[in-house]
């Protein structure tokens, strides 16, 4: 069983509402499955899911060998890594979502026409993280107090749509692109390395959003 199942099992077990984190790029072989795998990491204690699918899927690949490779220096077990095969994405990946994150605006755009009443929840991941950085924890944590205590799926629900709302209050980024994750497919290991080196701090983003939201009644430690 893997780890993402038992902590989902022991959360459910204990009583807990699981939430649910989908990651999406374009062949579901490199971003998307890179971000998935450290989410799923580094929030594994807080008995959530994490999953990914491409818009032009490569059904059944594996992830690339440069994305293994950077999955594993960010603390992926290699075995979760090489585990990994892309999906193409549906519309029914997206209605349990809690938080979809995509890699670039094209993919967001992707999603709006195929689920239009998911682009509330749904952000490019760079964007998300620029938006949340103008919260405070403790703006963050009031969001989520609006929903029930107990229901970590509701609870960061609450907290992404405090962060959609800044979506009208905070001025766009003048080049548009800083809110994209680029793309290395076939290309070389030094853009791979720019491509995470552009998640990384969004990754770290979505994760403070997600364990300030967590349920209060949880005693987990950061």
Do not use: W
Request: charged fraction near 25%; glycine fraction near 6%; include cysteine.
């Amino acid at each position: 069983m893997s780890r993402q199942k038992l902590s989902r099992n022991v959360a459910l077990a204990e009583g807990r509402a699981v939430f649910e984190i989908m990651t999406i790029c374009t062949g579901n072989i490199c971003r998307s499955p890179l971000a998935e795998l450290v989410l799923r990491t580094r929030l594994v204690d807080l008995g959530g899911m994490v999953h990914s699918a491409g818009i032009r899927g490569l059904t059944g690949a594996p992830m690339t060998g440069e994305a293994i490779g950077l999955a594993l220096a960010r603390g992926v077990a290699e075995a979760d890594a090489r585990a990994h095969r892309a999906r193409f994405l549906t519309e029914q990946h997206l209605v349990s979502a809690d938080l979809i994150l995509t890699m670039s605006r094209e993919h967001r755009r992707a999603v709006a026409e195929l689920a239009p009443g998911r682009l509330r929840s749904t952000f490019t991941v760079r964007e998300f993280a620029r938006l949340a950085r103008a919260l405070s924890d403790e703006r963050i944590i009031a969001a989520a107090d609006s929903a029930d205590a107990t229901d970590a799926a509701a609870r960061l629900r609450a907290a992404s749509a405090v962060i959609a709302d800044q979506r009208g209050l905070a001025l766009p980024p003048s080049d548009p692109t800083v809110d994209d994750v680029t793309d290395p497919y076939r290309r070389s290991q030094r853009e791979y390395e720019l491509s995470a080196a552009q998640l990384d701090p969004a990754i770290d983003e979505v994760v403070r959003v997600a364990r300030l939201s967590r349920p209060r009644h949880t005693a987990v430690p950061d």
